[in-house]
Nanobody, 126 residues
């Protein structure tokens, strides 16, 4: 069982930055792939970023809409995954969720994830 707790959301102006954190419980954090999703009002939950563990290094994947602006990273010693968000736009406003799965492969659908946090609100004003 893994429990995930997000933090770092808030209100920021267009072009600003935020860093989200997701703290995970458990001693096997390093064996989980970690993802970020977001959901705006009236819209489906969508994939944002993923960091997995390959044999030799962490690999990262991004939605096209955030590529070049967002960076996902993890600190296994702290059981924490981060999402650095730069050059924020009003369309980035949403509740951001941290999620995890244990297994191989690249997963970008919400239904493929085993554990979810409660979410943190990000609002970008124009």
């Amino acid at each position: 069982q893994v429990q995930l707790v997000e933090s770092g959301g808030g209100l920021v102006q267009t072009g600003g930055s935020l860093r989200l954190s997701c703290a995970a419980s458990g001693r096997t954090f390093s064996s989980y792939a970690m993802g970020w999703f977001r959901q705006a009002p009236g819209k489906e939950r969508e994939f944002v970023a993923l960091i997995i563990i390959s044999w030799s290094a962490s690999n990262t994947y991004y939605a096209d809409s955030v590529k070049g602006r967002f960076t996902i990273s993890r600190d296994n010693a702290k059981n924490t995954v981060y999402l650095q968000m730069n050059s924020l736009k009003p369309e980035d406003s949403a509740v951001y969720y941290c999620a995890a799965y244990r297994g191989i492969g690249v997963r970008q659908r919400p239904g493929d994830y085993d554990y979810w946090g409660q979410g943190t609100q990000v609002t970008v004003s124009s």
